[in-house]
């Protein structure tokens, strides 16, 4: 059997295809290698899946209407989609929603479509976002707390695709989990997170911008303790006609400013900091609590920001070949 893979070229993707590969798994990934970010870096992602045994790719846009549809025409081996394509970014979804809105919910419309068309699905597992629980204030956030105020064009995309998907239950039975993404990080990451877009503005001597003083707190989670939740949620499907959502993050809400002071160590360097009130898309922490998971599959994330930061640093030197940065170059604070 095989694994349909959304978004193969993106961060999570990536990471989870080379974690499906190496237990064995067939996978047939699709992106549609968007230029929101460096093409060069989904590029040497997918560079490293190409020879796997195992592993296809084609590249295909899920707003082309009737295209994943034709993909998976006549195909009688896939029983289980990880759906990770989305556009992401929070603050570009204020000046470019209609992006949003293609990618996030009529892109996730094809792939239900899709879905409830394959005969015997097992499992139809989703990429939604903590982003969903937008003003909240109690923590942690639970599944259960409602999640009726967005505070960006993003989370609204991202709640709209879970309305979609449990419509798609009532109607078609689709047996699907959502998981509620929490501050994914590592090795491989995008260079518009914070965490990156940090290290790139330390090692260019260009300012970072911490809001309210870098105290706002975030649920970093380290990407293979992501990966480990995605495929063990993907390992338990829910009965036929029943659909979840589930947090998946580290379960720990930690200071951004203490992010910086691990970068600067790793990196060598101090950063140059400037702070300011936080914008209407920024919440004031975020904190998942993940006792669903962690009794559906085990899940246990392990990976302190103490032990993630260093190796997704060291990974950007690498990446970035000697951190030859030019000290006149400017990047965008995150």
Same mark, same amino acid.
């Given at each position: 059997?095989?694994?349909?893979?959304?978004?193969?070229?993106?961060?999570?993707?990536?990471?989870?295809?080379?974690?499906?590969?190496?237990?064995?798994?067939?996978?047939?990934?699709?992106?549609?290698?968007?230029?929101?970010?460096?093409?060069?870096?989904?590029?040497?992602?997918?560079?490293?899946?190409?020879?796997?045994?195992?592993?296809?790719?084609?590249?295909?846009?899920?707003?082309?209407?009737?295209?994943?549809?034709?993909?998976?025409?006549?195909?009688?081996?896939?029983?289980?989609?990880?759906?990770?394509?989305?556009?992401?970014?929070?603050?570009?979804?204020?000046?470019?929603?209609?992006?949003?809105?293609?990618?996030?919910?009529?892109?996730?419309?094809?792939?239900?479509?899709?879905?409830?068309?394959?005969?015997?699905?097992?499992?139809?597992?989703?990429?939604?976002?903590?982003?969903?629980?937008?003003?909240?204030?109690?923590?942690?956030?639970?599944?259960?707390?409602?999640?009726?105020?967005?505070?960006?064009?993003?989370?609204?995309?991202?709640?709209?695709?879970?309305?979609?998907?449990?419509?798609?239950?009532?109607?078609?039975?689709?047996?699907?989990?959502?998981?509620?993404?929490?501050?994914?990080?590592?090795?491989?990451?995008?260079?518009?997170?914070?965490?990156?877009?940090?290290?790139?503005?330390?090692?260019?001597?260009?300012?970072?911008?911490?809001?309210?003083?870098?105290?706002?707190?975030?649920?970093?989670?380290?990407?293979?303790?992501?990966?480990?939740?995605?495929?063990?949620?993907?390992?338990?499907?829910?009965?036929?006609?029943?659909?979840?959502?589930?947090?998946?993050?580290?379960?720990?809400?930690?200071?951004?400013?203490? *992010?910086?002071?691990?970068?600067?160590?790793? *990196?060598?360097?101090?950063?140059?900091?400037?702070?300011?009130?936080?914008?209407?898309?920024?919440?004031?922490?975020?904190?998942?609590?993940?006792?669903?998971?962690?009794?559906?599959?085990?899940?246990?994330?392990?990976?302190?920001?103490?032990?993630?930061?260093?190796?997704?640093?060291?990974?950007?030197?690498?990446?970035?070949?000697?951190?030859?940065?030019?000290?006149?170059?400017?990047?965008?604070?995150?």
């Amino acid at each position: 059997m095989t694994v349909l893979l959304t978004g193969a070229a993106g961060f999570i993707g990536h990471h989870v295809a080379t974690a499906l590969l190496g237990r064995g798994e067939q996978v047939l990934g699709i992106d549609n290698l968007d230029p929101y970010y460096d093409v060069s870096l989904k590029q040497a992602r997918l560079g490293l899946l190409a020879d796997r045994p195992g592993f296809s790719f084609v590249p295909l846009d899920l707003t082309e209407r009737g295209a994943l549809a034709g993909l998976l025409a006549g195909r009688r081996d896939i029983k289980r989609i990880i759906h990770l394509a989305a556009q992401a970014g929070v603050r570009r979804s204020l000046t470019d929603p209609h992006a949003y809105v293609a990618a996030n919910v009529e892109g996730h419309l094809a792939v239900l479509e899709a879905a409830r068309r394959i005969e015997g699905l097992e499992h139809l597992v989703y990429a939604s976002s903590s982003s969903v629980y937008g003003a909240n204030r109690k923590l942690p956030f639970e599944e259960t707390d409602a999640v009726d105020h967005p505070v960006s064009v993003y989370a609204a995309t991202k709640r709209a695709g879970e309305l979609l998907a449990e419509s798609y239950r009532h109607l078609f039975g689709l047996p699907q989990s959502g998981l509620r993404f929490f501050t994914v990080y590592g090795p491989w990451g995008r260079p518009d997170m914070a965490y990156y877009a940090f290290a790139t503005a330390i090692m260019e001597a260009t300012p970072i911008t911490l809001y309210d003083g870098g105290e706002l707190r975030r649920d970093f989670t380290y990407i293979d303790d992501i990966v480990a939740g995605v495929l063990g949620c993907l390992d338990h499907p829910p009965g036929a006609g029943e659909a979840r959502l589930l947090n998946i993050g580290n379960h720990r809400a930690e200071r951004v400013a203490d *992010l910086v002071t691990l970068l600067e160590r790793e *990196l060598g360097r101090r950063a140059v900091i400037r702070t300011a009130p936080a914008p209407a898309t920024e919440v004031v922490a975020t904190y998942a609590a993940i006792d669903r998971i962690a009794a559906l599959t085990g899940f246990a994330p392990n990976t302190p920001l103490e032990v993630g930061v260093p190796r997704f640093v060291a990974w950007f030197k690498t990446w970035h070949g000697g951190l030859n940065f030019r000290v006149d170059a400017g990047v965008q604070g995150a």
